[in-house]
């Protein structure tokens, strides 16, 4: 990450002028632009909807931001530790960043709310969460489709841990 601005390409309004950030789409069409930015926030409000406490968070960060009240970096700082453990947010925020600045994530670190998952489907019951496991690994060793795994992950919550499965679906990537 770029450590200070050259002044050139400033986060106006949530979205970067000159058309594009750091890792993002670039594109210089306002258009593309605005659409990239609804998606974004799409995304975030899909994951963070019940959670109104942290939309208002980060609402206010853009907000200090665009009233000059934070730097980059404290934007930058800010973004990582609210979407802690949602590492698609923050790298889709790179979108929003100046050219120069990009925030990178730890990619082998699982997100702190999958580790609690797996804690509780092994608390709930042992040899499901071994089951579990089964299926995760063939997921990433032999790189099954999604339907396959929530099929076979269906199978394995659907009868005694309906809401273990609800959960689960919360992890997968938006189709």
Not at 27 to 33: F, G, L, N, V, Y
Not at 38 to 55: A, N
Not at 86 to 110: A, C, M, R, S
Request: one cysteine or more; proline letters at 4%; aromatic letters at 10%.
């Amino acid at each position: 990450m770029k450590a200070e601005s050259d002044g050139q390409d400033e986060m106006a309004g949530g979205v970067a002028a000159e058309g594009g950030g750091g890792g993002g789409e670039g594109s210089t069409s306002s258009e593309a632009t605005i659409n990239a930015a609804e998606r974004y926030m799409k995304e975030v409000m899909e994951t963070f909807g019940d959670q109104e406490e942290k939309l208002v968070m980060f609402r206010e960060i853009m907000n200090d931001f665009r009233t000059e009240r934070t730097d980059i970096a404290g934007v930058v700082g800010r973004v990582k530790e609210l979407f802690k453990g949602h590492n698609n947010l923050i790298e889709g925020f790179n979108f929003f960043l100046p050219k120069g600045y990009e925030i990178t994530v730890d990619k082998h670190q699982p997100p702190p709310e999958t580790l609690e998952f797996i804690r509780l489907v092994k608390e709930r019951d042992e040899s499901v969460y071994r089951r579990f496991m089964d299926v995760i690994f063939r997921y990433q060793r032999e790189h099954m489709d999604l339907i396959k795994l929530c099929r076979e992950v269906g199978a394995l919550f659907s009868e005694d841990y309906p809401d273990l499965f609800v959960k689960f679906i919360r992890f997968l990537p938006p189709t």
